[in-house]
């Protein structure tokens, strides 16, 4: 249940983004701003500010538990956060993201995602991966949960690869992940999560999918954005990604740059060529 402690909840005559509003905005090209929250303050201030789909990003390894990497994060504490986070949310559609190891099998993602809609009161999941995820993306799409697939830089890997770098530069890795959107979408994707690609690779999967794809470094023209909130309020401790763009510079307070963000997301002003890859 979103909640109803905070006096923006009270009284709103509006509906909630759901996923079909979201269908509607990718085909009208009206853009969606996406901002990651992680507890229930900062969810009611997103949700004042415009911001459209708030995401419990496993982020939050990072910049709430000050881990190197979003590998420790346990189903618990994804849990705990989009609860937190759906107290604090009227209109915003919530999305949480399925942690580490916590859908290595089908069975195992139904139960994650079980326990972040009935207990973290989500309203889809995020995991990582392409065509490998198939068989989990069709076996949850099939029982009604509502599925969102990340693709291009996949920060749980890690470990396997090494740095974060860009993806999809070479012309087979660009190939490889139209296929894996394509796959995902067949699989019963309601969106996919684009991270760190040429804005021209973002451009062209965003053109071919039905659903929306959300970009973080994929360049301007796919259907929405997504930014770390703490990145957006430059408060992120270290060198930030060159897709990040600070709001706090020119705003007057924490609203402010949340609003200023939403805006420049709708107008396209955010992101400029300053933040794509080539
Ligand atoms: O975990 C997260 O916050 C994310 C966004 C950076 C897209 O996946």
Do not use: W
């Amino acid at each position: 249940m979103k909640g109803t402690a905070y006096p923006h909840l009270q009284d709103r005559q509006e509906k909630p983004v759901s996923l079909s509003d979201l269908a509607r905005m990718k085909a009208e090209g009206e853009k969606i701003a996406c901002l990651t929250a992680y507890d229930a303050s900062f969810a009611a201030l997103e949700d004042r500010a415009g911001v459209d789909v708030v995401l419990v990003g496993d982020s939050l390894g990072m910049v709430i538990q000050g881990a190197d990497t979003t590998v420790p994060v346990s189903v618990d504490a994804m849990v705990y956060h989009s609860r937190a986070v759906a107290a604090g949310l009227y209109r915003p559609f919530l999305i949480a993201d399925l942690p580490f190891l916590s859908y290595a099998t089908k069975h195992q993602a139904l139960d994650t995602s079980r326990r972040l809609m009935q207990e973290g009161a989500a309203q889809m999941v995020k995991f990582e991966g392409g065509e490998i995820q198939a068989e989990v993306v069709e076996h949850l799409s099939a029982r009604g949960v509502p599925v969102c697939g990340h693709i291009g830089l996949q920060p749980q890997l890690i470990h396997k690869m090494g740095a974060f770098r860009v993806q999809g530069r070479e012309s087979a890795a660009a190939e490889a992940m139209i296929r894996d959107a394509r796959i995902l979408e067949e699989a019963g994707a309601d969106m996919l999560l684009l991270e760190c690609v040429p804005s021209t690779l973002g451009a062209e999967i965003a053109a071919n999918a039905d659903v929306p794809v959300i970009g973080i470094g994929a360049g301007p023209d796919v259907d929405g954005q997504i930014l770390v909130v703490y990145d957006i309020l430059n408060i992120s401790p270290g060198r930030k990604p060159r897709f990040v763009k600070d709001f706090m510079a020119e705003a007057e307070d924490v609203e402010g740059a949340v609003r200023a963000f939403v805006r420049a997301v709708r107008d396209g002003s955010y992101p400029g060529p300053e933040h794509g890859f080539k």
